[in-house]
């Protein structure tokens, strides 16, 4: 069975404190994204990787940042958070069109 | 823009009841899969539809691909509490990436 984890189901940040959420596949798949999810908005690109090392902007990236040093490991970063970044985020991970989602961090930011 | 619009939003229905929930476009995509998002977890991959036209069975679940490739529904029949959540349809947009509808959220009461 293909697993996705994510560090943190639940997470309290105070605005302006640097946060990392961290996801972790077991597939060796090399594409691994970021969505963030909001209600009536849908599932939100943030960052997606092709590769380690290798990133690309998807259609929300303002405020975030990545990081993928290894292949089973992907870092979505806020570098100063705010209260706009509330949210739920989800990591998936996939080898052709099929995406397999890590259970997702409940993220609130006061 | 690649854009997929789900109807209803919300359903809220009794147990044993059918419902229809509908994905729309006006692109044509080469694919549609269906995910369903439970409470607390990540969105799952129920199917993958491919040819215009085409009819697929998940058990109670059924789900067809418009002619044209534009929209897909999803007809559940003799609906289940277990069959409460979210649904999500998506297409391919590049790369491996997908567009996400906006969601149809389903209560399922006893």
């Known amino acids: 069975d293909v697993k996705v984890t994510q560090s943190s189901r639940y997470l309290v940040k105070r605005t302006g404190e640097k946060v990392f959420l961290e996801c972790v596949q077991d597939?060796?798949?090399?594409?691994m994204f970021w969505y963030r999810q909001d209600p009536g908005l849908g599932l939100r690109l943030i960052y997606f990787s092709y590769d380690v090392k290798m990133k690309e902007k998807g259609d929300i990236p303002e405020g975030y940042s990545v990081s993928r040093e290894k292949k089973e490991r992907f870092s979505l970063i806020l570098e100063s958070a705010s209260t706009n970044q509330t949210s739920m985020y989800l990591c998936a991970s996939t080898g052709t069109y099929e995406q397999y989602f890590g259970p997702g961090t409940r993220l609130t930011v006061t | 823009t690649q854009l997929l619009e789900q109807s209803p939003q919300f359903l809220s229905i009794q147990e044993g009841e059918n419902l229809t929930v509908y994905c729309n476009s006006s692109?044509?995509?080469?694919?549609l899969q269906w995910y369903r998002q439970e409470p607390g977890e990540g969105p799952v991959l129920l199917v993958t539809v491919v040819t215009g036209g085409e009819v697929k069975k998940l058990k109670r679940l059924t789900f067809q691909f418009g002619d044209a490739r534009k929209d897909s529904s999803l007809h559940i029949t003799a609906a289940q509490p277990g069959d409460t959540g979210l649904y999500l349809c998506?297409?391919?947009?590049?790369?491996?990436?997908?567009?996400f509808g906006t969601g149809t959220r389903l209560l399922v009461s006893p």
């Open positions: 692109s044509v995509f080469s694919s």
């Open positions: 998506a297409g391919p947009k590049s790369f491996q990436k997908l567009v």
């Open positions: 597939m060796d798949h090399e594409n």
